[in-house]
T-cell receptor, first 116, second 110 residues
Framework: NAGVTQTPKFQVLKTGQSMTLQCAQD?????MSWYRQDPGMGLRLIHY???????DQGEVPNGYNVSRSTTEDFPLRLLSAAPSQTSVYFC???????????????FGSGTRLTVV | QKEVEQDPGPLSVPEGAIVSLNCTYSNSAFQYFMWYRQYSRKGPELLMYTYSSGNKEDGRFTAQVDKSSKYISLFIRDSQPSDSATYLC??????????FGTGTRLTIIP
């Protein structure tokens, strides 16, 4: 049972480049989400999905795109990277039921992205 | 103003001390309250959750919620060096979307 797997762990991009951060979970969780973590800002929700084919915006969605074609995968696309997107990105998943508070979100180990 | 406010610290205490970590929130509609622990260069992991006002204990950890004053606390008794981490409070409206505090960085000094 691998939990939530994020790739890559580290990435350096040039301004204007695009890339996809991968997230996969093997727990059959309905809910998946992407957060970015910045010093002094905490974890901020970028996009989330309550099931395959359903996505919605979070608190800071601009510059990011997502899709959910399967229950297991939830990739995050940076369309045209900017230095302001330098951050640590976390993918998280949970059940979409009352069990989610008891069991908690399962987070990946993060992707450290630097945009130069 | 952020919906959940948390003192970022850092906080350093000697081993064995009682640690108190606190958050305040602004929206009375928040229903569940959680504490996550995050070790350096790792993702957060759930430490405790509670729904109602009052105290909830789990070993050396006690989560306290006061809905009347919109105040959340986490107490750590007999603190250990392994408790050194960033602690994040979190809350939701009873749905999937979590709102996190900024996190408090805690160091336990041996």
């Amino acid at each position: 049972n691998a939990g939530v797997t994020q790739t890559p762990k580290f990435q350096v991009l040039k301004t204007g480049q695009s890339m996809t951060l991968q997230c996969a979970q093997d727990m059959n969780h309905e809910y998946m989400s992407w957060y970015r973590q910045d010093p002094g800002m905490g974890l901020r929700l970028i996009h989330y999905s309550v099931g395959a084919g359903i996505t919605d915006q979070g608190e800071v969605p601009n510059g990011y795109n997502v899709s959910r074609s399967t229950t297991e995968d939830f990739p995050l696309r940076l369309l045209s990277a900017a230095p302001s997107q330098t951050s640590v990105y976390f993918c998280a998943s949970s059940y979409s039921s009352a069990d989610r508070e008891r069991d908690g979100y399962t987070f990946g180990s993060g992707t450290r992205l630097t945009v130069v | 103003q952020k919906e959940v406010e948390q003192d970022p610290g850092p906080l350093s205490v000697p081993e064995g001390a009682i640690v108190s970590l606190n958050c305040t929130y602004s929206n009375s509609a928040f229903q569940y309250f959680m504490w996550y622990r995050q070790y350096s260069r790792k993702g957060p992991e759930l430490l405790m959750y509670t729904y109602s006002s009052g105290n909830k204990e789990d070993g050396r950890f006690t989560a306290q919620v006061d809905k009347s004053s919109k105040y959340i606390s986490l107490f750590i008794r007999d603190s250990q060096p392994s408790d050194s981490a960033t602690y994040l409070c979190a809350t939701n409206f009873g749905n999937e979307k979590l709102t996190f505090g900024t996190g408090t960085r805690l160091t336990i000094i041996p």
